[in-house]
């Protein structure tokens, strides 16, 4: 049973990098770039919850509806002034480096507001959960949150995507910019819209990943940012169903890891898994072979 | 005489420069004009200009973004240190130095060339990735491993410091887990660093000038094409990737031979500190070996300068950063600097020819 508890709490962890991993990989499929600054916004989203719901004293789901609607305002200012002037630049790394200066501006921003110090997360959720086989299965409430909010938000990006005319333009966008504008698709709207709902989704793993995991530093974001990175380069990255497989992966072997092999090698372990499916299959799980042509 | 190219002169501007740059910092340590923090700043500063050169081999050079060079450093770093903890009595400075350097940079070398074999399959962002991974991977196992020895030979545990089984009178701990090797003896200094700088500047220089480092840009350039020319395209790159890796590993050895207590920390050996290279690199102009040496040393000044406004020193040199990468990169400024800026020059130059 106890298996089955830590794969349990392994899915959950999954699901918060699997939100991320969303945001990451819908940003890369369409703008092309690495956007490093995505693990701070978590790290925002989950400052302006501890704002609100600990200083103000305001119900968490506000919180969470403001630090959506900020974060998302966030990421389409971010967008704006910092990727966007740089698109068409000569190297691609140019970007990457923006994303990194904005990445360090985002924390020493949060470092000045709130301090170095550890702030406590109180949890979001009340839900104490549900016990199966007699009690000796017990699934914390927030466990059950995460992995239903991650299976939601998936639904509704395939839906989203497949379904309706942003999605498509999304879609054509990803696969070549210039045939979609000449196709009457108006490309910069497609990826501020990208930008903004990949900030929202940080916004809401934010909200996950404190209640999780109650500890909130300027640095928070950074590690998880990275991890959800990898996860969704093993799903393939530019593919959602890939993003999501990736973080479950990813979170199940972390806490796997952890339990059974060394907590001090989790990392190593989820970092080893990596490189094995990449020399395996190059391009991630869920990954398209691309051809390259003359 | 020989009549220098332009390419040779170049290289010539850039090694006279590293020893314009020692020597003024030289006059100023005999002088005493130069405050104690600053000098501790050298040394540092030197080894970052090396790793940024070492990195730039593989970025400007081989065109194939690595963001696992901090962890070559840390390769090069611990081995080196394992070795001058473990001679420290035997043998006098000079040549453990010299040895532990030539193991360091060996050491870190060979791990290039092994990571180089399955990571340079990949390419793009997908190759980034698994550098990072790389990277973390080595971080993450040197903060776990304990080792000692004693008169029975060498003892491993990656559990902790009793579960080695050392011998209690002889025997030595040598790396600590997470607490890392103290007491390598800090052997490097400014002018051994400087000396490295040069080495390192000549080997990268003479690669870019050679035939194989033509045929490294040409694979950077168009692999496909640099493959039906008849380019070893697997050959070259491992041989950029290796060399930069060694690199990265001498940068290393002068770190651990700087400080007192290595540990495989974040900050130093992270994806962070690759970043951070990363950024020396991109600044300085990706491919410009010299600019790699200037951004590198001037960026690492710049933070320990605004000491002063400690708050607020990661938020300006981040602003900079940004506004740095936004003037020099973005297409519009680039033709707003074309079309304003050169006026001048050119006017300028005008004047100045009459």
Avoid at chain 2, 261 to 268: K, P, V
Wanted: glycine share 10%.
């Amino acid at each position: 049973m106890s298996f089955l508890n830590y794969l349990i709490n392994g899915l959950s962890l999954g699901s918060i990098y699997a939100i991320i991993a969303l945001g990451y990989t819908m940003v890369y499929g369409i703008a092309k770039m690495l956007n490093f600054a995505h693990g701070d916004f978590i790290m925002v989203g989950s400052y302006i919850i501890f704002t609100i719901v600990s200083t103000l004293g305001l119900p968490p789901g506000v919180g969470l509806l403001v630090a959506i609607i900020l974060c998302t305002l966030l990421g389409i200012t971010t967008e704006k002034v910092a990727y966007k002037p740089l698109r068409h630049a000569g190297s691609p790394l140019a970007v990457l480096i923006t994303a990194i200066g904005v990445s360090y501006l985002l924390e020493n921003v949060a470092l000045l507001i709130f301090g170095a110090d550890t702030k406590a997360f109180s949890s979001m959720i009340s839900w104490s959960g549900v016990s199966l086989a007699g009690g000796r299965l017990k699934i914390q409430g927030f466990t059950l949150v995460s992995i239903i909010v991650g299976i939601l938000i998936l639904i509704f990006l395939q839906l989203f995507i497949n379904k309706t005319k942003s999605g498509q333009a999304m879609l054509a966008v990803a696969e070549d910019k210039g045939a979609a504008s000449l196709m009457g698709i108006n490309v910069n709207k497609t990826i501020t819209l990208t930008f903004a709902i990949g900030s929202a989704l940080a916004a809401v793993a934010g909200a996950l990943m404190c209640t999780a995991y109650p500890s909130l530093t300027p640095y928070t974001g950074a590690m998880p940012g990275i991890k959800a990175f990898v996860a969704a380069v093993l799903g393939g990255i530019g593919s959602i169903p890939g993003a999501m497989i990736g973080g479950l992966v990813l979170g199940v072997i972390e806490i796997l890891g952890k339990t059974y092999i060394s907590s001090q090698l989790s990392d190593a372990i989820v970092f080893g898994i990596l490189i094995i499916v990449l020399l395996v299959k190059p391009t991630g799980i869920l990954g398209k072979k691309i051809q390259e042509k003359v | 005489m020989k009549k220098l190219t332009k390419q040779q002169k170049s290289n010539l501007i850039t090694l006279a420069m590293v020893v314009c740059f020692y020597l003024i910092c030289e006059i100023f340590i005999r002088t005493g004009l130069m405050s104690s923090h600053l000098k501790g700043l050298l040394v540092p500063l030197t080894y970052y200009a090396i790793a940024a050169v070492g990195l730039n081999l593989c970025v400007g050079i081989l065109g194939e973004l690595s963001l696992g060079h901090a962890g070559f450093m840390c390769i090069g770093a611990f081995s080196s240190s394992i070795f001058s903890v473990m001679t420290r009595d035997a043998l006098p400075t000079v040549p453990r130095f010299i040895l532990a350097f030539i193991i360091g940079v060996a050491m870190t070398a060979l791990l290039g060339f092994l990571i180089g074999i399955p990571v340079l399959r990949l390419n793009g962002d997908y190759l980034a990735i698994v550098t990072l991974a790389f990277g973390e991977i080595i971080k993450n196992i040197l903060n776990a491993v304990y080792m000692g020895v004693d008169d029975k030979g060498l003892h491993l545990s990656l559990k902790d410091a009793a579960s080695m089984g050392l011998d209690a009178s002889t025997g030595k701990k040598i790396i600590n887990g997470a607490m890392g090797i103290t007491g390598t003896p800090s052997d490097s200094n400014f002018t051994i660093a400087i000396i490295i700088l040069l080495v390192s500047l000549i080997i990268v220089q003479n690669l870019v000038q050679s035939r194989d480092g033509r045929a490294i840009m040409s694979i950077r350039d168009n692999r496909i094409a640099a493959e039906s020319t008849g380019i070893n395209v697997t050959k070259y790159k491992m041989l950029a990737f290796t060399i930069s890796a060694a690199i990265a590993g001498a940068a290393g050895v002068l770190f651990s031979h700087n400080i007192s207590t290595l540990t495989a920390q974040g900050i130093y050996f992270g994806y962070n500190a690759s970043i951070m290279l990363l950024v020396y690199v991109v600044l300085g102009g990706i491919g410009n070996i010299r600019g790699s040496v200037i951004a590198a040393m001037i960026l690492y000044v710049l933070p320990e300068l605004l000491r002063g406004m400690d708050k607020y020193r990661m938020l300006i040199y981040s602003i900079v950063l940004i506004v740095m990468m936004l003037f020099n990169w973005s297409p519009k400024a680039i033709e707003f600097r074309q079309n304003h800026l050169s006026k001048f020059s050119k006017r300028f130059r005008k004047e100045a020819a009459r």
